[in-house]
């Protein structure tokens, strides 16, 4: 069985800093993309995408935080991490990781049960 499991989420002011890590558990193939999405509480929002990054390393990122966040992925450990900076209210959200992974010939997506982050002061 393969599941994804995250950590790092809490509570920040604003201007502060967390770093979420994902790894991936269970017997797997490969990862093609890793990743990250996020979802605010507030009714109706909807999952948005944050951070990827593929097998190769090439990173691409929303809009709303170039220049704060950083994902990096170490394929040996089968990890996924990101840091965030300067974080804003608005980044408030539930995270979650995503991956891409082959599993006895077989390729889907795959979830983690996502960490909250709250930035407030």
């Known amino acids: 069985q393969v599941y994804l499991v995250e950590s790092g989420g809490g509570l920040v002011q604003p201007g502060g800093s967390l770093r979420l890590s994902c790894v991936v558990n269970g017997i ?14 507030a009714p109706g929002s909807r999952r948005e995408v944050v951070a990827m990054t593929t097998e190769d390393g090439d990173t691409t990122y929303d809009d709303s935080v170039k220049g704060r966040f950083t994902i990096s992925r170490d394929n040996a ?17 539930v995270y979650y ?25």
């Open 28 to 41: 797997i193939s490969s990862i093609k993309q890793m990743g990250w999405y996020r979802q605010a509480l």
């Open 77 to 93: 450990k089968n990890t996924v991490e990101m840091q965030m900076n300067s974080l804003k209210p608005e980044d408030t959200a």
């Open 97 to 121: 990781c995503q991956a891409t992974i082959t599993v006895n010939f077989r390729t889907r997506e795959y979830w983690g049960q996502g960490t909250q982050v709250t930035v407030s002061s």
